[in-house]
């Protein structure tokens, strides 16, 4: 599924996305949250501050331990 392509975008779950606002994806991800705001899909966006790219992973950030954190609540939140 194309981040620009909003056929079948209708009806999916929250999604909530993480990225660094130094990401060289983050234009991406701004794309794709826009096109699921403008389908009536409940996003959330936190946007991590000189993080690098998949600083989740990385153990050592605390910033990795506090995101994941977020994801696991935002998935309990929306999974019942």
Request: glycine share 4%.
């Amino acid at each position: 599924l194309s981040i620009y392509e909003t056929r079948g975008i209708q009806g999916l779950p929250p999604i909530s996305f993480h990225a660094s606002s130094t990401e060289v994806l983050l234009h991406d991800t701004l794309a794709a949250v826009d096109v699921a705001r403008g389908n009536k899909v409940l996003v959330s966006l936190d946007l991590w501050e000189g993080m690098p790219h998949n600083f989740p992973f990385l153990e050592k950030l605390p910033q990795a331990l506090q995101c994941r954190n977020m994801i696991a609540d935002f998935f309990l939140r929306y999974s019942s």
